[in-house]
């Protein structure tokens, strides 16, 4: 891993990891809500053996990424076409995890002639589509709901947990197990078993580096109306959701689908929100670049 930060235009550190080859073909995968740099792919073969660069930045105020009170999802594809143009990648495919999704889009809609490809895994959807609390965890509602009527409740809450994080970090795990559905919570007693807890701590943990900030302007404009204009988005996306998900439940990605150009749907039966750390599930998501990555030639 080249783990490091740029500095932007505008004067701001952008924090960033580097993984894999760096003559792979390069993704640029954006981390959920909360999330960091940290990943470790370095240590996973599915990834190291793939043939992949995956550069992994954080957005502002998440780990060492200075924090932007005006920031806005649209305008994260500034930093992220800074990022490319320092690293000398003129083209690339863009991935995002839950939060992350909808930057992907952002990324898509703002700079056609560099992003490739767009893959959404178990991505936020917008708070407007029909269905959006079906099937919901009781904590991600609450968080929903104060992110856009009590906005000023969301950085106390998230104070707490980074407490927690730092004192706790197993009472952390316990309260998200709680909210799972089956798949995922065997999902992280792989993880457990593997060996490899330490690091979603700490992938978690960085993103609280700052305090609370980075995660708040992320739930707060995740309620908000995006201001993408999805129809603009040239690339073609390909969209990964557990039909079994309890933070991001499927009834409103399957509507979401509907509203995306070019887009490929994948519904995973009896699978919940972690689909990249499932071994079956990540492969498939990996090829699935890699085949479109050989269209684009």
Known sequence: MNDSFISLADGRKLGFADYGQPDGIPIFLLHGTPGSRIWDFDKEPLISGAGLRIITP?????????????????????????????????????????????????????????????????????????????GMASGNKLVFRISKQMPFLLKPLYSYTASVLRKKPEKFIKQIHTQLCPWDQAILRATEQKGNMETLISHIKEAYRQGAEGVYRDSVLLAKPWQIDFQSIKPPIMLWHGEADTLMPVTPARHFAKVLPNCESHFIPEAGHFLLESDEVGKLIIQSVKETHLNCL
């Open 58 to 134: 954080e957005r502002p105020g998440y780990g060492i990424s200075d924090p932007l009170k005006t920031r806005t999802i649209k305008a994260y594809s500034r930093d992220i076409e800074q990022l490319a143009t320092h690293l000398n990648i003129k083209r690339f495919h863009i991935a995002g995890l839950s939060g992350g999704g909808p930057y992907t889009l952002a990324c898509a809609s703002a700079l056609p002639e560099m992003v490739l490809s767009v893959t959404l895994i178990g991505s936020a959807i917008p708070l407007n589509m029909d269905g959006f609390f079906e």
